[in-house]
């Protein structure tokens, strides 16, 4: 069992940064890839980014290379995302994930069936 709470998200003006936290418990954190989701209003959950266990690997969005970037702290069990040059697309429902300890997640690391575990969310709101 992998429990995975969000933090971090808020109200920014278009331009401004933020950085999501994921805080990670259960299942050894160290050896599971993680990802990062989105979910606008009336929309799919989308792939943000990911980061392999020894972070060696990094996937991104097209729609978010340059400005966001994937980092994490094994010693701290916590996956980063660093949100820079917001935009008011960018707004959402920001999930966390974990994939299976030794998946194959890095064949498809924007598929959410690589991930098994997820977190509850955090609300991003870029205004214009």
């Known amino acids: 069992q992998v429990q995975l709470g969000e933090s971090g998200g808020g109200l920014v003006q278009a331009g401004g940064s933020l950085r999501l936290s994921c805080a990670a418990s259960?299942?050894?954190?160290?050896?599971?890839?993680m990802g990062w989701f989105r979910q606008a209003p009336g929309k799919e959950r989308d792939f943000v980014a990911s980061i392999s266990w020894r972070s060696i690997s990094t996937y991104y969005a097209d729609s978010v290379k340059g400005r966001f970037t994937i980092s994490r702290d094994n010693a701290k069990n916590t996956v980063y995302l660093q949100m820079n040059s917001l935009k008011p697309e960018d707004t959402a429902v920001y999930y966390c994930?974990?994939?299976?300890?030794?998946?194959?997640?890095?064949?498809?690391?924007?598929?959410?069936?690589?991930?098994?575990?997820w977190g509850q969310g955090t609300q991003v709101t870029v205004s214009s």
């Open positions: 994930a974990a994939a299976p300890t030794g998946s194959s997640w890095y064949l498809q690391p924007a598929d959410r069936a690589s991930y098994d575990y």
């Open positions: 259960g299942r050894t954190f160290s050896k599971s890839a």
